[in-house]
């Protein structure tokens, strides 16, 4: 595997010196990234944990492009992951629904409703899983009517977007698009739930329901049965995005595909422009604005254009750093290393349910 913790490296050039986040403990340390021959590298300086070094990009020409490009922040967005309990136990999961730890409780309602009021963003209520929340359509109408201009959203991997009747009740509670989770029939290893995600789409086509759809790969010929998906829904799909797994959570990949892979494999290596942040890019897939992501934890970078997201703790923090903050914070549930993580945030509080 292309990560390591600890990693003895020699240095072919450095190309970078930034701000990273621990793996290990969170904490903001000092980083650089290295160019080889055989890509781009991103080196932490931990002055607790040590060096811990990360293969983040396979062709370094094509990741300086990006990263000598300028950025501004989007439109204000809030994520906020309503429940850690979800239905599935997907081969991947970033916010480790799919482990045996104990996991936070669900956000009160009124808690949230509170956060309607006071934060003007775009809100996505995410998982976990939303829609096992039976206040899910509550919690939408809420977050629309404290501000009718959001736009609000919901991630979801579909299951209950099937029931035809239960994606009425959202669309018409004010849901403005769904985040729809559609992997690969050979990733998501169950055609039951490749199924149910297809029924979700033929009901958001029937009912008008704007879909952003997001695929995760850790294969490149999962893309092809995207390109069928987008094909088949295009008059419901508005945007696409595409991830490749990261060392993350509970169960890590063999091996990682980098954005410049993904890209060739489309056939699109001279048909891309820069994205939200150095470490994305954006193409055209039948018309379709598609985002084509890589995970890479230089705060420095990400930090200043990053969605907020809430983590379990009732901090609010930017969306990469606050996952990262999650996986360590509930990995090291009651040792004082969670107490550390809590310590080294600069973050918007409110009272955890």
Same mark, same amino acid.
């Given at each position: 595997m292309d990560w390591a913790i600890g990693a003895q490296v020699s240095m072919d050039e450095i190309y970078a010196k930034t701000q990273s986040l621990c793996p290990s403990c969170a904490m903001d340390a000092p980083a650089e990234y290295e160019e080889r021959a055989t890509g781009m590298w991103l080196h932490v300086d931990c002055p607790q944990d040590g060096r811990s070094s990360e293969k983040i990009a396979g062709d370094a020409d094509f990741f300086k492009w990006g990263y000598e490009q300028k950025y501004e922040k989007p439109i204000g967005h809030l994520v906020i992951p309503v429940t850690y309990r979800c239905n599935l136990n997907c081969r991947y999961c970033y916010t480790l629904s799919n482990s045996s730890l104990a996991l936070p409780p669900d956000w009160p309602a009124s808690t949230l409703k509170e956060i309607f009021e006071r934060? $003007?963003?775009? !809100?996505? @209520? @995410?998982?976990?899983?939303?829609?096992l929340r039976p206040d899910l359509s509550d919690l939408i109408e809420a977050a629309k009517h404290t501000r009718s201009e959001r736009k609000v959203s919901v991630g979801t991997n579909g299951q209950k977007l099937a029931l035809h009747q239960y994606a009425r009740q959202l669309k018409e509670s004010g849901l403005d698009f769904v985040f729809l989770s559609l992997n690969d029939p050979h990733y998501e290893e169950s055609t039951e739930i490749y199924s149910n995600k297809l029924q979700a789409l033929d009901n958001c086509a029937e009912l008008g329901l704007r879909v952003w759809l997001q695929r995760t790969i850790d294969n490149l010929d999962q893309l092809d049965s995207l390109l069928e998906v987008i094909q088949a829904y295009r008059r !419901? !799909? %508005?945007? *696409?995005? !595409?991830? $490749? *797994?990261?060392? %993350?959570? +509970?169960? @890590?990949? $063999?091996?990682? *595909? %980098? +954005? $410049?892979?993904?890209?060739s494999y489309l056939g699109k290596a001279r048909a891309y422009t820069k994205g939200v942040s150095p470490f994305n890019r954006y193409l055209r897939l039948y018309g379709k604005p598609t985002k084509i992501c890589s995970w890479v934890n230089d705060v420095s970078r990400v930090d200043p254009i990053d969605s907020d997201y809430l983590i379990s703790t009732g901090l609010i923090t930017k969306f990469h750093r606050g996952m990262k903050l999650d996986e360590l914070r509930l990995t090291r549930a009651g040792t004082d290393g969670a107490h550390t993580i809590d310590q080294t945030m600069n973050a918007r509080r409110i009272d955890a349910p």
């Amino acid at each position: 595997m292309d990560w390591a913790i600890g990693a003895q490296v020699s240095m072919d050039e450095i190309y970078a010196k930034t701000q990273s986040l621990c793996p290990s403990c969170a904490m903001d340390a000092p980083a650089e990234y290295e160019e080889r021959a055989t890509g781009m590298w991103l080196h932490v300086d931990c002055p607790q944990d040590g060096r811990s070094s990360e293969k983040i990009a396979g062709d370094a020409d094509f990741f300086k492009w990006g990263y000598e490009q300028k950025y501004e922040k989007p439109i204000g967005h809030l994520v906020i992951p309503v429940t850690y309990r979800c239905n599935l136990n997907c081969r991947y999961c970033y916010t480790l629904s799919n482990s045996s730890l104990a996991l936070p409780p669900d956000w009160p309602a009124s808690t949230l409703k509170e956060i309607f009021e006071r934060e $003007s963003e775009n !809100i996505t @209520l @995410l998982g976990g899983e939303p829609t096992l929340r039976p206040d899910l359509s509550d919690l939408i109408e809420a977050a629309k009517h404290t501000r009718s201009e959001r736009k609000v959203s919901v991630g979801t991997n579909g299951q209950k977007l099937a029931l035809h009747q239960y994606a009425r009740q959202l669309k018409e509670s004010g849901l403005d698009f769904v985040f729809l989770s559609l992997n690969d029939p050979h990733y998501e290893e169950s055609t039951e739930i490749y199924s149910n995600k297809l029924q979700a789409l033929d009901n958001c086509a029937e009912l008008g329901l704007r879909v952003w759809l997001q695929r995760t790969i850790d294969n490149l010929d999962q893309l092809d049965s995207l390109l069928e998906v987008i094909q088949a829904y295009r008059r !419901i !799909i %508005f945007h *696409v995005t !595409i991830r $490749s *797994v990261k060392p %993350f959570g +509970v169960r @890590l990949p $063999s091996r990682q *595909v %980098f +954005v $410049s892979e993904i890209i060739s494999y489309l056939g699109k290596a001279r048909a891309y422009t820069k994205g939200v942040s150095p470490f994305n890019r954006y193409l055209r897939l039948y018309g379709k604005p598609t985002k084509i992501c890589s995970w890479v934890n230089d705060v420095s970078r990400v930090d200043p254009i990053d969605s907020d997201y809430l983590i379990s703790t009732g901090l609010i923090t930017k969306f990469h750093r606050g996952m990262k903050l999650d996986e360590l914070r509930l990995t090291r549930a009651g040792t004082d290393g969670a107490h550390t993580i809590d310590q080294t945030m600069n973050a918007r509080r409110i009272d955890a349910p």
